[in-house]
């Protein structure tokens, strides 16, 4: 199991989101959940995830997305 947790929600609503986001990631923590933050989109953000101790991260300062590409399906 996992907890998404949006990054760009820290930025967003920055009142209390850290202290929400603490408090989700220590009690997943403590159900053995692993948690992943979404919308990782610049350096600084990418610190406060690490800061926080979420377990994973995912955004455009992490990987850039690869170009579409077509896929043939057999049937």
């Known amino acids: 199991m996992h907890h998404d947790c949006k990054g760009d929600q820290l930025i967003r609503y920055p009142v209390g989101s850290r202290l929400m986001i603490e408090t989700i990631v220590d009690f997943s923590r403590k159900l053995g959940i692993k948690t992943i933050a979404e919308h990782v989109h610049n ?4 610190l ?9 991260s995912r955004g455009f300062f992490i990987v850039k ?7 043939e399906l057999s049937c």
Request: glycine share 4%; aromatic share 4%.
């Open 48 to 56: 406060i995830i690490a800061e926080i101790g979420i377990d994973f």
């Open 43 to 46: 350096d600084s953000l990418a």
């Open 65 to 71: 997305p690869d170009p579409a590409v077509s896929l």
